[in-house]
């Protein structure tokens, strides 16, 4: 399964972005996918998931700011980021995720991230 991230950039703070990310796998519309981030020198972490039927969780940083969605038509799952902080700035990946004590597992090996850099 191939993940390719993008939409990625330079924004200014309280600036807004919408990531997307397109999934090869014949199966995309039964997974739950998650938007993971990266910060230079820190671990990966889970900002938001979204289950088969629509279901979204999200991480406290970015509550009230970010929306997750998808399109099963298109296997595509997007990140809408809105108020983007300075410490938003991250490489942001996607993967299938799956709940497994008391944390989310993720499925699939590592595509390429889209770079996001939020000035201030």
């Known amino acids: 399964v191939q993940l390719q991230a993008s939409g990625g950039g330079l924004v200014q703070a309280g600036g807004s972005l919408r990531l997307s990310c397109a999934a090869s796998?014949?199966?995309?519309?039964?997974?739950?996918m998650a938007w993971y981030r990266q910060a230079p020198g820190k671990q990966r972490d889970v900002v938001a998931t979204i289950s088969s039927s629509g279901t979204t969780n999200y991480a406290d940083s970015v509550k009230g700011r970010f929306t997750i969605s998808r399109e099963n038509a298109k296997k595509t799952v997007y990140l809408q980021m809105n108020s983007l902080k300075p410490e938003d700035t991250a490489v942001y990946y996607c993967?299938?995720?799956?709940?497994?004590?008391?944390?989310?597992?993720?499925?699939?090996?590592w595509g390429q991230g889209t770079q996001v850099t939020v000035s201030s």
């Open positions: 993967n299938r995720v799956r709940w497994y004590n008391n944390s989310w597992l993720h499925m699939g090996s």
């Open positions: 796998d014949a199966s995309f519309s039964w997974k739950v």
